[in-house]
């Protein structure tokens, strides 16, 4: 394995540690800011072929699909309260067209 890979895992690595903090502690927009270069990190890691993998390699891939993990747990719950408020901006929504038509079935002549 070449030195830029694992340099390149180990971005990744410390980029996923990154993302579960920010889970942790509830800064969703700048998690997401870190995927986005995650994803980049992993483009240019992955990108060509990689050789025969080295044991540190592997701990450093578990490293980061255990990371992953928890940032999926973690943002499991802030993913409901933004479907709740989805849900309740929908409604809100029906109700003021319900609303509007009927203001303008009462307007009409």
């Known amino acids: 394995m070449t030195n830029r890979t694992s340099t390149g895992l180990d971005g990744i690595l410390d980029c996923s540690r990154a993302m579960e903090t920010c889970a942790r502690d509830g800064r969703w927009e700048e998690l997401l800011e870190l995927e986005t270069a995650r994803a980049g990190m992993i483009d240019a890691c992955f990108g060509a072929?990689?050789?025969p993998t080295s044991p540190q390699a592997a701990e450093c891939l578990?490293?980061?699909m255990e990371?992953?993990?928890i940032v999926l747990?973690?943002?499991e719950g802030h993913r409901d309260h933004l479907m709740g408020l989805l849900r309740g901006s929908r409604?809100?929504?029906q109700a003021a067209n319900a609303y509007q038509d009927r203001a303008a079935d009462i307007d009409a002549p």
């Open 49 to 51: 072929p990689v050789g």
């Open 62 to 64: 578990a490293a980061i």
């Open 67 to 69: 990371s992953n993990r």
């Open 73 to 75: 747990q973690l943002s």
């Open 91 to 93: 409604l809100q929504c």
